[in-house]
């Protein structure tokens, strides 16, 4: 339901005297945005190992942890390939589950605790050695070779391959229960400069700016998701997005593959909401869990938790299957080294996914709670958000370099402060403010940021 349909007099004008001061102090910014259906906590839930010996089972620990990331605020659960059995080990196939019946618990329980569940699927990769797979799908030497899979980049320009993909990636949906779709989208621009094979209608200009075929493509799934009511998340590659007009996606997972964070953060700004970074701890070293909310809050974004069962890494040892050399594959190195941990720490810290860390992150979970609760009403429906603002009446004086300031307006006024240098810096404002979840604090109008923090503030009334 929109809360801000049913919104009093007073609360209706203390919106707008608001909306008023926002609009009437910024001078300039990157963007504005009215928040109207926006899920900010969202998990990416580890079921279990796949490969596997056995079916990963569902248990009263999961729902234990549904409740546990439900009252910390979080409201939509991503399930990702563990949740299918895309090596055909138990019966199954890319688009069905590992454990049929085990799944349907899972979801249950997710819908008890009032969770969304997402499924993962792909509008382009696709096993090669399936039984099912077609030569004809996808152009000659383009694929993903990593772990135990080798996977096609199946072109959007193929009609049979969108035949056979379309209704399986919406029986996700349709058969299973899933509240949307997580698209893996695994899309590649390079495969436009080789030979196309002879099933492919080119329909569309490809441009070094623009996606013909793959955009058609995920608008067309976009809104059949949309008919079911359901959610749609998309993710290309490292801080990628689809270059289209259309719109294409809910949510763009952003992060896999990049270890500069400053760098991630100054590209996926630009893109349009909502972006949720999974930030790639496998990779990247940020100095502390706080930072990661430091590069995400101000630009109307939150980040994934990495979440669920700890990852055994019995996935990367299951005989019969051909797995890549640690020496020369990322992933068989870095899983390995969890199940190593594992075997040697049964006590933890755990990891929980393949973008966690080895050893894992023992605060993880506390900070993500933290950092939730604060920033949840910054973005309840009806918010204008001011992303980066550039000059404003609010503050006396320029921002001192390498801080950025955002507004976000509804009921309450929010500034969100944040110090991307490492040395501490002073911020005056006009009006007075007080720091978010703090009742005993006075109001202010200066402010003391050290370096790479991060402080929400609310405007005293």
């Given amino acids: ?235 290309i590659s490292g801080t990628g997005a689809p270059l289209t007009d259309l719109r294409v996606y809910d949510y763009l997972w952003v992060g896999e593959g990049i270890a500069d964070l400053d760098g991630q953060r100054e590209v996926v700004k630009h893109h349009s909401p909502y972006v949720v970074p999974a930030f790639d701890l496998s990779r990247a070293r940020p100095a502390n869990e706080d930072e990661l909310y430091l590069h995400a809050i101000p630009y109307l974004q939150f980040p994934l938790l990495i979440g669920g069962r700890p990852v055994t890494g019995e996935r990367m040892v299951v005989p019969g299957l051909q797995y890549q050399p640690e020496e020369t594959d990322f992933w068989t190195r870095h899983m390995r080294a969890i199940r190593r941990h594992y075997l040697e720490h049964p006590e933890g810290p755990h990891s929980y996914g393949w973008w966690d860390s080895t050893p894992g992150r023992p605060d993880a979970f506390d900070r993500f709670r933290h950092w939730l609760a604060l920033y949840r009403p910054l973005v309840t429906p009806g918010t204008w958000a001011y992303l980066e603002v550039k000059d404003s009446a609010l503050w006396h004086s320029p921002l001192p370099e390498g801080v950025v300031a955002s507004l976000f307006a509804n009921q309450e006024l929010w500034l969100v402060l944040a110090n991307y240098t490492h040395a501490a810096v002073e911020v005056a404002t006009r009006d007075p403010f007080v720091p978010a979840g703090d009742a005993v604090t006075a109001p202010s109008t200066r402010f003391r940021l050290p370096g790479r923090t991060l402080q929400i503030l609310r405007r005293s009334s």
């Fill in 1 to 235: 339901m929109n809360s801000f349909i049913y919104l009093s007099a007073d609360e209706q004008r203390r919106r707008l005297s608001n909306i008023a001061v926002a609009e009437q102090s910024v001078r300039g910014c990157l963007r504005r945005h009215l928040i109207t259906d926006y899920l900010p906590g969202q998990v990416t839930y580890n079921l279990g190992e796949y490969p596997a010996l056995a079916p990963w089972e569902p248990s009263e620990e999961d729902e234990r942890l549904l409740g546990e990331y439900r009252a910390a605020g979080v409201e939509l659960v991503q399930l990702h390939e563990e949740w299918n059995d895309a090596e055909r080990l138990f019966g199954g196939d890319k688009f069905t589950p590992t454990n049929r019946a085990g799944l349907r618990r899972f979801i249950d329980m997710a819908h008890r605790q009032g969770l969304k569940v997402l499924l993962y699927g792909s509008t382009g990769f696709f096993e090669e050695r399936d039984p099912d797979f077609r030569r004809e799908w996808a152009r000659e030497g383009n694929h993903l070779v990593e772990a135990w899979f080798r996977y096609a980049h199946c072109s959007p320009a193929s009609p049979s391959w969108r035949a056979y993909l379309l209704p399986r990636l919406l029986a996700l949906m349709d058969e299973w229960g899933a509240d949307g779709i997580y698209d893996d989208c695994g899309y590649s621009r390079e495969a436009w400069n080789l030979p196309a094979t002879e099933d492919e209608v080119l329909a569309f200009e490809e441009r070094a700016d623009r996606d013909g075929a793959f955009a058609d493509l995920l608008a067309l799934v976009y809104a059949a998701v949309k008919q079911r009511g359901g959610i749609f998340k998309v993710h």
